[in-house]
């Protein structure tokens, strides 16, 4: 008896293998849900048998399903549910929709944007609080930055905070001494009373789906949920017994307390499972910690103070303010160490180069005790790199779990608040790669749906394309030098992300034996225009196999 036909094969295209020598070939052989041939297009076309799906691809390109390394698809999925939120580039636009929802709305409903930076701006400040107050008056308002915010005095009075409340996180203009509606992450607990909006389980799980779709129509097969929350794990495992979960889930879980060794062992004997426990559908990630806060809200562990730049941004007023600091260092090595040697792989929200520097000062104290290279350990974000810290990287084996998307928003900020020294820090890519460091692909994804209209954009080519030209939103290019290759690109979103969950076996090229996770191309990534990468379109997705997006 002969060998059993493939159910699918794709012939006449321009196949990126992204193997070892980056291969290119013509086509694919596909058998249940691995990839069975990659070939010549009259090789694979002689393995069909008669009930086989030919698809000529016209020339077309396919490259592997492409991974996205950081996303919040359950936050992101349910954020919209009640109304779009806007995407706004100016301040007038910013007042021109708090004015319209004040319009719209009774008088003392809140007025929330989940995900306002003021960095993001073209005039890159917050609105004033007399500005905010101008435009909505009897609406209480919340610019949610994630670390740090703004609210206006509405929102003040209907929470009973008085003007001379002595709070840290509610800061004060120098002169004046008057508050100035910006407020850190530790003063969020004075606000209160927004609506939250509860979902049924069908509702979340119904708007979850719509969103790991809206991931297929852009290439998007498999991600890493930044940190598995509540109802998260069900959500994903009741897809995947309805036949609805149409991208593989690797998830991060959030690390317990640390108090002392003994507790902190106890807790990670209970936890449950750990690193790498789990299928190709659903895997448990690294164990998390919050380092610091965020390059948008100035609450980001610099090596060095903030500088005056980011006073009139942020607000700071004290000139050696370095940000926020989660962890202290004695904590974060005996919990890296001990957590590394439970087999955790070890990772940590971390946007500052000062937290960057000590995340791999406990990295060394863990590897200490035990090679921490094996565990593939990262750090999210992490941003600032210098030639030392990169160099300490590669040495360890410790992975970058980079967002090029925050390079092409917030390069230019980080220019004009840091300078020109600092900036050729940031995000440089081509010193990671060339020092061997593996640099994983994301974009911390969390609001809005559209991948180019959200927050923070999960179009993966516009992260590859920004990763290429050094380009921003507002046209510039930045540190041009720290440029990568359009293979480099590809890698970052494919191999580069299947090494960091462990998954290189299984997935991230086109080769024998691996997952039918694969992509059709309108384009030709190789060879199309540089400006072209980021508008490129999505034919067709498939998924172990299946097609999960697909066009005639």
């Not at 004033?128 to 009075?157: I, Q, R, W």
């Not at 929200?349 to 863990?366: K, P, Q, R, S």
């Amino acid at each position: 008896m002969g060998a059993r036909a493939p159910e699918t094969v794709l012939v006449n295209g321009k196949v990126l293998t992204v193997d070892d020598s980056f291969s290119v070939a013509e086509a694919v052989a596909i058998s249940g849900n691995r990839i069975l041939a990659v070939g010549s297009s009259a090789d694979v076309r002689a393995l069909a048998g008669s009930g086989t799906d030919v698809v000529d691809l016209g020339g077309k390109t396919v490259i592997p399903g492409l991974i996205e390394n950081h996303v919040h698809p359950v936050m992101a999925s349910q954020s919209e549910v009640d109304e779009e939120i806007p995407d706004v580039n100016s301040l007038e636009e910013l007042l021109n929709w708090v004015a319209s929802q004040a319009s719209a709305k009774p008088a003392e409903a809140w007025i929330v944007h989940q995900k306002m930076f003021p960095t993001r701006l073209k005039e890159m400040r917050q609105p004033t609080l007399e500005e905010l107050d101008a435009v909505s008056p009897e609406h209480p308002v919340f610019l949610n930055g994630s670390y740090g915010g703004m609210v206006n005095t509405c929102a003040f009075k209907l929470n009973g905070v008085p003007e001379d409340s002595d709070h840290p996180g509610l800061l004060r203009n120098p002169k004046t001494g008057k508050r100035t509606g910006i407020i850190q992450r530790s003063a969020f607990q004075l606000i209160r009373g927004m609506p939250d909006h509860i979902l049924t389980h069908k509702e979340k799980l119904d708007a979850l789906e719509v969103m790991l779709k809206r991931y297929n129509q852009v290439g998007i097969t498999g991600v890493t949920d930044g940190i598995l929350r509540g109802d998260g794990p069900r959500l994903y495992q009741d897809l995947r017994r309805a036949g609805r979960l149409t991208v593989r889930i690797n998830g991060n879980v959030g690390a317990p307390t640390f108090e002392s060794e003994d507790q902190f062992q106890e807790a990670l004997v209970t936890q449950g499972p750990y690193t790498n426990f789990g299928d190709e559908w659903f895997r448990i990630g690294a164990l998390k910690w919050s380092m610091d806060g965020g390059i948008l809200t100035g609450t980001a562990y610099l090596r060095e103070p903030w500088g005056p730049n980011a006073q009139a941004i942020f607000g700071i007023t004290d000139p050696n303010y370095r940000g926020v600091l989660n962890l202290s260092a004695d904590t974060l090595n005996r919990a890296f160490t001990l957590a590394n040697s439970y087999g955790w792989k070890v990772t940590a929200h971390c946007t500052g180069g000062g937290g960057v520097d000590m995340m791999l000062d406990a990295f060394e104290a863990a590897d200490a005790v035990r090679k921490i290279g094996p565990q593939r350990s990262s750090i999210i974000h992490g941003n600032f790199f210098t030639p030392e810290s990169i160099q300490r990287c590669a040495r360890l084996g410790i992975i970058a779990d980079a967002q090029p998307a925050w390079f092409y928003k917030d390069a230019d900020a980080m220019q004009t608040i840091l300078g020109p020294e600092r900036i050729k820090t940031f995000l440089p890519f081509r010193s990671l790669m060339d020092a061997g460091v593996v640099v994983c692909g994301g974009s911390d994804h969390m609001v809005k749906l559209d991948s180019y209209a959200s927050i923070n954009p999960y179009n993966p080519f516009l992260g590859m394309w920004t990763s290429i030209t050094r380009q921003t939103q507002w046209g510039t290019t930045v540190v041009e030098s720290e440029a990568i290759t359009r293979e480099q690109g590809l890698r970052m979103y494919t191999i580069n992300n299947a090494f960091g969950q462990f998954d290189e076996d299984i997935k991230g090229s086109l080769e024998p034996g691996k997952l039918a996770d694969l992509v059709v191309l309108a384009d030709d990534y190789l060879e199309c225009t540089v400006d072209a990468i980021r508008d490129i379109q999505v034919v067709m997705t498939m998924v172990g196999g299946r097609w999960c997006t697909k066009h005639d």
